[in-house]
């Protein structure tokens, strides 16, 4: 059964980092593009940053370039994401979701609340 | 960035009717487009790709269709965990997009 779970979230200020995590199972990690997809409250969803199943290629939304990074970690089956820079309009639900002809599996969400 | 485009932002239906969803790109797309269904509080579930795939598990009254720029959803007789909001997507290029959703509430 594929399972991704997201964790990481949590209250921080304006200006300030986090680090979100999503750990996957139940399918070959390194061969699937991941992807992260954020929800503000009440918004709809808005892709945020996608990786290549080697690493070697990442890319990004214009709303978060040069302030977040996307990685992967192959041998534990993680993908990452740095948020660097925070602002109040970062605030949304984050998920993790897997690409395969689509999102074909998603992760629960954690939830980024960016204020002071 | 490819723009995504749905209408209309809010659909009411009858139990048991017919419900048609719109999907416009600003460009091509091809059929790299998908269907997601978001139930409140949940996250988005799967339900087409390749712009007319149904996926795994998803019942055949959910029908895709459509090419290039112009795409539809079809829910051919609307169940109650249907009513929920509907998003399309394009994994065409990068950026990743999706449309704004629309709301299929009932009527």
């Known amino acids: 059964e594929v399972q991704l779970v997201d964790s990481g979230g949590g209250l921080v200020q304006p200006g300030g980092s986090l680090r979100l995590s999503c750990a996957a199972s139940g399918f070959s990690f390194s061969s699937y593009i991941m992807n992260w997809v954020r929800q503000a409250p009440g918004k709809g969803l808005e892709w945020v940053s996608g990786i290549v199943g080697s690493g070697g290629s990442t890319y990004y939304a214009d709303s978060v370039k040069g302030r977040f990074t996307i990685s992967r970690d192959n041998s534990k089956n993680t993908v990452y994401l740095q948020m660097n820079s925070l602002r109040v309009e970062d605030t949304a639900i984050y998920y993790c979701a897997m690409h395969n002809y689509g999102f074909q599996y998603w992760g629960q969400g954690t939830l980024v609340t960016v204020s002071s | 960035e490819i723009v995504m485009t749905q209408s209309p932002a809010t659909l009411s239906v009858s139990p048991g009717e017919r419900a048609t969803l719109s999907c416009r790109a600003s460009?091509?797309?091809?059929?790299?487009l998908a269907w997601y269904r978001q139930k409140p509080g949940q996250a988005p579930t799967f339900l087409i790709y390749?712009?007319?795939s149904r996926a795994t598990g998803v019942p055949a009254r959910f029908s895709g269709s459509g090419s290039g720029t112009e795409f539809t959803l079809t829910i051919s007789s609307l169940q109650s965990e249907d009513f929920a909001v509907y998003y399309c997507q394009q994994y065409n290029n990068w950026p990743r997009t999706f449309g704004q959703g629309t709301k299929v509430e009932i009527k």
């Open positions: 390749d712009a007319s």
């Open positions: 460009q091509s797309v091809s059929t790299n």
